[in-house]
Nanobody
Framework: VQLQASGGGLVQTGGSLRLSCVVSGSIFSISAVGWYRQVSGKQRELVASIGSGGSINYAEFTKGRFTISRDNAKNTVYLQMNSLRPEDTALYYC??????????WGQGTLVTVSS
């Protein structure tokens, strides 16, 4: 099983990005997947998660700016990020929510928001 995150980049404050997480394997359809982020020197934190049935949770700091979705036909989870702020600058990762399903975090995708 692999999860590949992509879509990061450099944007100005107020800009938008859409991150994609492609999951290999049939486990995707029965698994909750989350987007996480980590700033250098700080702990990794949950941004948003979506369950196999579509249930969604957002971190408070997303405050309606981010939208998570999934396309089961494409084994992909998306994170649409709007109204980006400099404090959103981080490495963004995707992984299974259930800790026993977690795999290596990989390199993530870098989001940089300039002021």
């Amino acid at each position: 099983v692999q999860l590949q995150a992509s879509g990061g980049g450099l944007v100005q404050t107020g800009g938008s990005l859409r991150l994609s997480c492609v999951v290999s394997g049939s486990i995707f359809s029965i698994s909750a997947v989350g987007w996480y982020r980590q700033v250098s020197g700080k702990q990794r934190e949950l941004v948003a998660s979506i369950g196999s049935g579509g249930s969604i949770n957002y971190a408070e700091f997303t405050k309606g700016r981010f939208t998570i979705s999934r396309d089961n036909a494409k084994n992909t989870v998306y994170l649409q990020m709007n109204s980006l702020r400099p404090e959103d600058t981080a490495l963004y990762y995707c992984n299974f929510v259930a800790t026993y399903k977690r795999i290596d975090w990989g390199q993530g995708t870098l989001v940089t928001v300039s002021s």
